[in-house]
């Protein structure tokens, strides 16, 4: 599904809504600078096919998670904007719980183990 | 000489005839490859180079089409099982009628009035979701619902007061009874499928591609 040479494609595939959620939840965005921003704050590690996004973006706008509406470039021309609803804020969090939970069973573990 | 609008345009048709289809979807994706190609040629990059790579990162059409397809499924399945519930009833009413006329020995001016009656309360059933996109969407939820009760409501009231005030004055009620039987359906069809598009949300419209033209 995705292309990542640095990061697993399963991960990248798991953690593709977490991380959309995470950037709508500090507001209003559209996919093209959501990518951007996700490649941008990974330096690069975390890639996906550009198009494969929109997929993403639409199951979740079907879960009832985010909204989408249309509106203007600064050239003029139409972009589709998404934001966060109420439903995807609680999913939000519900997926930072799990993840940080993840992350801290791990670091757990890789600390006992190297040091 | 490289024509960078003819090149997204045929872009464009290759995905519309690889089976990407929904208007909606293709000017997302066109409006992504269109930023993506100025971002590039804004830091110096002509434009056929910056085209090739738009068209390199985005992905081969097919994968995207099956993700695009999971994403649609449940929606398709339910609106293929609304159609086969929609036909057998329609099939349904259409037979009743047709047995229910033919036995009775109507005029041909009563069977006009007759077949009508049954071919608007279908149009209205089956064409609904066409007058959608026409009616406003209300913001919140409570008045929606009640909007739409009301709407219900005001149909099986107005067909009661036709059965109740309007009917007696009828003479030969017996020979046109079914006609006016399934005229007193008419209204309660039209305010409830007034009702159910009234109680619709922007993401319900949405869900069944209903929207209202951007």
């Known amino acids: 599904m995705y292309s990542a040479s640095m990061i697993r494609k399963e991960l990248v595939a798991a953690s593709a809504e977490p991380l959309i959620l995470a950037l709508l939840s500090e507001g209003e965005s559209y996919g093209y600078a959501i990518l951007q921003e996700i490649k941008a704050r990974s330096q690069g590690q975390l890639q996906w096919t550009d198009g494969m996004l929109y997929p993403v973006l639409h199951r979740m706008e079907r879960k009832g998670w985010i909204k989408a509406r249309w509106g203007e470039s600064d050239t003029g021309r139409k972009r589709k904007y998404y934001s966060l609803k109420k439903n995807g804020q609680k999913a939000h969090e519900t997926h930072r719980d799990q993840w940080l939970k993840v992350h801290s069973v791990l670091a757990g573990l890789w600390k006992e183990k190297y040091v | ?133 026409f009616l406003p969407v209300i913001a919140s939820r409570g008045k929606r619902m009640g909007a739409g009760l009301i709407c219900i409501v005001s149909g099986v009231v107005l067909s009661n007061l036709f059965c109740n005030f309007i009917l007696p004055h009828f003479e030969n009620r017996d020979q046109q009874l079914p006609a006016i039987g399934f005229w007193a359906v008419f209204p309660i069809a039209v305010f409830a499928c007034l009702g159910l598009a009234l109680m619709m949300s922007a993401d319900d419209r949405a869900h069944w591609k209903m929207r209202r033209s951007q």
């Open chain 2, 1 to 133: 000489m490289f024509d960078l609008e003819h090149a997204v345009s045929e872009w464009r048709r290759q995905w519309a005839g690889s089976g990407v289809k929904a208007s909606e979807i293709l000017d997302e994706l066109e409006s992504h490859l269109r930023e993506d190609i100025q971002q590039q040629m804004r830091s110096g990059v002509s434009p056929q180079q910056a085209f090739d790579a738009a068209l390199q990162r985005f992905g081969r059409y097919q994968a995207l089409k099956t993700e695009f397809k999971k994403v649609s499924g449940d929606t398709e399945v339910l609106g293929m099982l609304m159609v086969v519930i929609c036909t057998i009833l329609a099939g349904f009413i259409v037979w009743m009628s047709g047995y229910t006329f033919l036995q009775m020995e109507l005029s041909p001016s009563e069977q006009i009035i007759a077949y009508a009656a049954v071919a608007f309360t279908l149009l209205v059933a089956c064409g609904w979701r066409y007058a959608v996109p």
